[in-house]
């Protein structure tokens, strides 16, 4: 099974036949004798040959306490060539402070389904399912691959939410799908023909979250039996190794929320992001399977767009993004992909420049707030030299 599900995924991912499948940077390796970043990171100066002013003046903007329209940022760690370049904090911040991840627990979840592929518990083109759906039911039908890469087909709406009361992510977290998000999630009808129309739908990652869980514990006695066993794999299994140690939350029925709600520092972010970076090992073995990073990184199965993957946001190779604005629009940034999360959370993965960047802060979420957060995340990433 593990055989076939690496072949599945290896093949699936190269994806020679689709017309909008795009060329991928290749990953940097791991720079000879430097040791893995698991307890602890090494430092290194900022480059000699970097465009400082720019650097400079970008991160005295971001530090400033004016209103430069994309809040405040509470975090900055730059990590390049394996090293910790640059580190910075507000007042109140320091490199111990768990700081809410927001949706850029989606790119975990998928890691996480990642580990569950490479133990050999699952194939990513098999038809995922839900307890809450009989045999005929269509949405019994869609792949973990579409779920991961939302285009699944849900009635859900998040993005352009005008308010509370028309935004799912309230309904799904604070509103009727408060004491049980899977239950809540599975009751979102169809809209779309799976595998044709992206949207954004955090459902869909609880409903993923739901499904990796009763693959792990398939047999709790208790909601809290079901989280303390599911936490202990996700420890084994992908915190573990990278010495990760996040706060994970559960809801009610013992289900990690999977789109939210995970707490880690800025550094244990950097760790998550240079997993990536890598390839999906560490420290000479593998987390993730062979290709799973390049899944991430690959737009999904809608033509029509070209700023997601899979957990993961894309820079796209032309124009400001489809069907809606990247969060980096500069072109020349390609390669970049990114976890991203309310209020202005982001882990940058840039292979060109073999660099992770982590920014934590607050603002309000408008699509000018992100274009503005875009823009300085692609005015630091360039004041640094390519690999």
Do not use: C
């Not at 592929?117 to 019994?140: F, H, K, S, T």
């Amino acid at each position: 099974m593990l055989r076939a599900a690496f072949l599945s995924l290896v093949l699936a991912s190269a994806a020679p036949a689709l017309s909008f499948a795009q060329e991928l940077m290749a990953l940097p390796p791991q720079p000879a004798a430097l040791a893995w970043p698991t307890s602890a990171w090494q430092s290194a100066d900022l480059p000699l040959d970097m465009d400082r002013p720019s650097f400079d003046l970008a991160i005295t903007e971001a530090f400033g306490g004016a209103d430069v329209g994309y809040g405040q940022t509470r975090a900055v760690l730059i990590v390049q060539h394996g090293r910790i370049v640059f580190e910075r904090y507000a007042p109140g911040f320091d490199q111990n402070t768990r700081l809410i991840s927001w949706s850029m627990a989606k790119s975990i979840t998928q890691a996480l389904v990642g580990a569950a592929v490479l133990q050999g518990r699952l194939g990513i083109d098999a038809p995922m399912g839900n307890p809450l759906w009989n045999g005929g039911d269509r949405r019994a039908s869609i792949t973990w691959r579409q779920w991961l890469s939302m285009v699944d087909g849900q009635r859900y709406r998040e993005i352009g939410a005008t308010g509370v009361m028309d935004n799912g992510a309230a309904h799904l977290l604070y509103g009727e799908g408060r004491n049980n998000t899977a239950a809540y999630a599975a009751s979102l009808p169809l809209i779309h023909d799976p595998g044709t129309h992206w949207n954004y739908n955090s459902p869909a990652i609880v409903l993923v979250a739901d499904a990796l869980t009763r693959l792990i514990v398939p047999d709790p006695q208790t909601p809290i039996d079901r989280r303390n066993r599911m936490r202990a794999w996700m420890d084994s299994s992908l915190f573990g190794p990278i010495g990760m140690h996040p706060i994970v939350e559960f809801d009610p029925a013992g289900t990690f929320y999977g789109s939210a709600l995970v707490w880690a520092t800025a550094r244990d972010f950097a760790r998550f992001g240079y997993l990536y970076l890598r390839d999906g090992v560490w420290d000479g073995h593998r987390v993730l399977p062979p290709g799973w990073v390049d899944f991430a990184r690959r737009r999904g199965g809608d033509p029509n767009t070209d700023v997601y993957g899979a957990g993961w946001w894309l820079t796209p190779g032309a124009g400001q993004g489809r069907p809606i604005h990247a969060t980096i629009r500069d072109n020349t940034l390609a390669d970049a992909f990114m976890a991203q999360g309310h209020e202005g959370q982001l882990i940058v993965v840039v292979p060109s420049r073999d660099m992770v960047v982590v920014r934590l802060g607050l603002f309000q979420d408008t699509s000018r707030s992100w274009d503005n957060l875009g823009d300085w995340m692609a005015k630091v990433i360039e004041a640094f030299p390519k690999s």
